[in-house]
């Protein structure tokens, strides 16, 4: 069940991160976050998703955005994927799942006939004021974060 509601307050999180300590929602107050969860490092897609969100970190900033990340993967892994594709944002562990069942993007997800589950890459706009604003569910890794700057930019 999710907790998290466009038109309403974000839920709050504290998650280890790559920077070598825990990193909260409460730290944006008074920015803009774009929230994305991932399923895994180091696979194709996700590896896309986040090499796009590098190649357009400057550009979400100018926008007044910060970018974070989060998927299950422990801080370790993070930190061996943030290195090998020279990542510029922070990646969130959250091995748990709290964080990821408070945002309801754990689904069921089916490979080979084999059900199990996963994380729906998904993401999230928070504005300033910490209100959820827009979320994007069942995202392409390949073309998301060039739709989601175009629309962010009006462009």
Not at 46 to 65: H, I, S, V
């Amino acid at each position: 069940m999710s907790n998290a509601v466009v038109g309403e307050k974000a839920p709050l999180f504290t998650l280890p991160s790559d920077k070598g300590h825990d990193i909260s929602l409460s730290d944006y107050k008074g920015r803009k976050v774009i929230l994305y969860f991932y399923p895994k490092d180091n696979t194709s897609g996700c590896t896309l998703e986040a090499m796009a969100f590098r190649d357009r970190f400057e550009d979400l900033k100018r926008l007044g955005y910060d970018v974070i990340g989060i998927s299950r993967d422990s801080v370790r892994k993070h930190c061996n994927f943030r290195d090998k594709n020279s990542l510029n944002f922070p990646l969130l562990s959250d091995e748990n799942e709290e964080v990821c069942n408070m945002y309801g993007v754990m689904k069921e997800k089916s490979m080979y006939g084999r059900k199990y589950m996963g994380i729906e890459r998904s993401t999230f706009i928070i504005d300033e004021k910490g209100v959820l604003i827009a979320e994007y569910r069942k995202v392409k890794a390949s073309t998301h974060v060039e739709e989601l700057f175009k629309e962010l930019s009006g462009k």
